[in-house]
């Protein structure tokens, strides 16, 4: 029953568990509505398919372990991301306004400015790998 359903995902949720269910009908709604990442397939009712997170765009349940996969890629990318974002940020920006003069290190803020753009030159073309990974 859809409430038996609902009811099991909400108390996995109170045991702490993380909670993905696939279902494609409207018993199933309730229930993708209240867990963490719902999913449903594409030839499922509109109400379950409005009720998830993710559509899955074949009937195929190994799917899901693609979804997964993918996923995982994403966050590492958006990581990889961040972190070649803020060290160009980090490295350039206090050259260029002249924090380590002092020291005898300067850069022309034109070429600082350039260094930004190849910041985000390399996070675009990081983001792009993705699209070729199987």
């Keep these: 029953m859809p409430s038996e359903k609902a009811n099991m995902v909400k108390k ?17 709604s309730p229930a993708l509505t ?10 499922g009712t509109d109400i379950a398919m409005d009720s998830s997170d993710v559509i899955l765009t074949k ?12 996923s995982k890629r994403t966050i ?7 972190f070649w974002a803020f060290f160009y940020n980090l490295l350039m920006i206090p ?3 002249g ?5 005898g290190i300067s850069i022309n ?21 993705l699209k070729f990974e199987k």
Excluded: H, W
């Design 34 to 43: 209240s867990c963490n990442i719902g999913v449903s397939v594409n030839t």
């Design 109 to 129: 803020p034109m070429i600082a400015s350039l260094a930004m753009v190849l910041s985000s030159i390399t996070v675009i073309f990081n983001t792009l790998r």
């Design 59 to 70: 009937s195929d349940l190994m799917s899901i372990i693609n979804l997964i996969n993918i």
């Design 76 to 82: 590492r990318n958006i990581k990889q991301n961040l």
């Design 12 to 28: 996995l949720k109170a045991d702490g568990k993380f909670v993905m269910m696939c279902g494609d009908g409207i018993n199933d």
């Design 99 to 103: 924090v380590l003069k002092p020291f």
């Design 95 to 97: 050259v260029a306004i």
